[in-house]
């Protein structure tokens, strides 16, 4: 036979077991280039920047910079 559980196991402690599942949002800050919302650690996508240098290559800003 085949290991069976005895009893239901209750929400309480079904809950406190996927504690560590739970999904957090990502932090946002505000970009000093642009000052659009974007994730902290993380280049800016409206503008390119991360920590004042430009480090992507931004459509918008090709065209400008011609």
């Known amino acids: 036979m085949g290991a069976l559980p005895k009893r239901k196991v209750s929400r309480h402690r ?3 077991r996927r504690q560590h599942l ?3 949002a990502p932090t ?3 970009c000093p280039q642009c000052g659009s919302l974007m994730r902290a650690h993380f280049a800016c996508k409206t503008c390119g920047t991360y920590k004042g240098r430009q480090v992507i290559a931004v459509a918008g ?3 400008d910079n011609r």
């Open 61 to 63: 800003e090709a065209a």
């Open 28 to 30: 946002l800050v505000i």
């Open 22 to 24: 739970a999904l957090t």
């Open 14 to 16: 079904r809950g406190n």
